[in-house]
């Protein structure tokens, strides 16, 4: 049983279009997070979602919009994809990030790929 | 703003011997520290972790030691093996915002 897990695995567009990644977990978690990771492997988090509300927004652009329907997922629209969003695009969760010392689990990631 | 600096960023070891990667944060306010182990195309994966109140955590051949003072925290790989080649990130932790390092890729020469 996959804890975390992001559909879609591969995902290739034209730049200017709209697309969305979901991402569900399992393990009764309290907070979620997507992280953008670049060609350079650097991991950068960009939305904090804890109980369905957003906590942490790292000034990423308006175009990327997390939704919390519940505590066990966490989806993200893009609009007007560009060539700079090009990425692995991670999915985590832990439970109770606002106490101190929780790990995270991460999906598998979404490779986004515009032309 | 919040920083974190991993050195060194490539680190190359022959099998048996051992690996040292080193972080420095700048936000003393971080109380949790935890290490992540990326193969190639997978997901980040948690291989130890350390909290403010702890100086030094072991885990059979993996090691994190902790100086709240100098605000930095080390993994220590002993008997390092083929299947330790994989890029490791630190990170530092405070409530529910994580700062990640930009990664060290080790190699593990057989």
């Known amino acids: 049983d996959t804890a975390v897990s992001q559909t879609p695995k591969y995902l290739v567009t034209q730049m200017g279009n709209d697309k969305s990644i979901k991402c569900e977990q399992n393990?009764?978690?309290?907070?979620m997070y997507w992280y953008k990771q670049d060609s350079k492997k650097f991991l950068k988090i960009m939305f904090s979602y804890n109980n369905k509300e957003l906590i942490i927004n790292e000034t990423v652009p308006n175009r990327f919009s997390p939704k919390s329907p519940d505590k066990a997922h966490l989806n993200l629209h893009i609009n007007s994809l560009e060539l700079g969003d090009s990425a692995v695009y991670f999915c985590?969760?832990?439970?109770?990030?606002?106490?101190?010392?929780?790990?995270?689990?991460f999906g598998d990631g979404t490779r986004l790929s515009i032309l | 703003g919040e920083n974190v600096e991993q050195h060194p960023s490539t680190l190359s070891v022959q099998e048996g011997d051992s690996a040292v990667i080193k972080c420095t944060y700048s936000?003393?306010?971080?109380?949790?520290f935890p290490w992540y182990k990326q193969e190639l195309g997978k997901r980040p994966q948690l291989i130890i972790d350390i909290r403010s109140n702890v100086g030094e955590k072991k885990d059979q051949r993996i090691a994190v030691t902790l100086n709240k003072t100098a605000k930095h925290f080390s993994l220590h790989i002993t008997e390092t093996q083929p299947e330790d080649s994989a890029v490791y990130f630190c990170?530092?932790?405070?409530?529910?915002?994580?700062?990640f390092g930009a990664g060290t890729r080790l190699f593990v020469k057989a």
């Open positions: 936000d003393s306010a971080s109380n949790y």
């Open positions: 985590a969760s832990s439970q109770g990030g606002g106490r101190a010392g929780q790990p995270q689990h």
């Open positions: 393990l009764g978690h309290d907070t």
């Open positions: 990170a530092a932790s405070k409530g529910f915002k994580t700062i």
